[in-house]
């Protein structure tokens, strides 16, 4: 069968990101979402404790997959997330290098997604250094120029940057998606999307309609 045939026959999977409210993690399970993302003390208007991320993620165990999103977070950080939020995946949003990734997987036992931020083409080949070392490469835009956050900005990188391009990891895109513009998305290949802003009223507050147009436009 041919890949792109192969790529419409499989069901696109969602990751819902920036929850911070209890009624948003039912929307969010409710309609199907396959990845919860929350934002563990990070500089974020999402940003959670490990807390408040252990108790708003427990209703999705076993229902959907609990990723809990850091920047730069270091062991004391990553070990307390272990213990006290017990994840499925850390999405490591910063500067982490491969052998940094390495090392932290090794004591946290958990799965790893890795953020990397595209601009331009070129921006694609750190791709490449984090084969083999995580599970999943979320590729996200850029941060405007002069912004701290990392990601939740609702920008849009080019996706036509992806045309032609090909990962033995799979790949995960975010960056601006929108009930609106998840079609287009579909076209570049990528199967698994994730999204936050594009389904909130305000920062951290999700649109429970727009989630629920974001998951079936997702799936058509």
């Known amino acids: 069968m041919p890949f792109f045939v192969y790529i419409a026959l499989m069901k696109a999977q969602i990751k819902i990101c920036g929850l911070t409210q209890p009624k948003d993690v039912e929307a969010a399970l409710l309609y199907g979402a396959d990845m919860l ?22 209703p999705a165990f076993g229902a959907a997959k609990r990723v809990a999103v850091t920047v730069n977070a270091d062991e004391a950080l990553l070990a307390k997330i272990r213990a006290d939020m017990r994840p499925d995946f850390i999405q490591f949003h910063g500067d982490e290098s491969p052998k940094t990734i390495r090392s932290i997987g090794g004591f946290t ?44 900005h609702g920008v849009v990188f080019d996706w036509k940057l992806l045309k032609d391009f090909s990962c033995a990891t799979p790949l995960i895109l975010a960056g601006g998606l929108n009930p609106f513009n998840i079609h287009a998305a579909k076209r570049t290949g990528v199967n698994f999307f994730d999204v936050s802003s594009g389904v909130e009223n305000t920062p951290g507050v999700k649109d429970h309609k727009k989630i629920q147009t974001f998951m079936k436009a997702a799936h058509e």
């Open 37 to 58: 993302g929350f934002i563990v003390e990070a500089k974020s208007s999402r940003r959670l404790s490990v807390k408040k991320a252990a108790q708003l993620s427990r």
């Open 109 to 152: 036992g958990l799965a790893a997604i890795k953020a990397i931020t595209i601009r331009e083409r070129a921006d694609l080949s750190q791709i490449k250094d984090y084969a083999g070392c995580v599970d999943y490469i979320l590729l996200d835009a850029k941060a405007p120029m002069g912004e701290s956050q990392r990601g939740g």
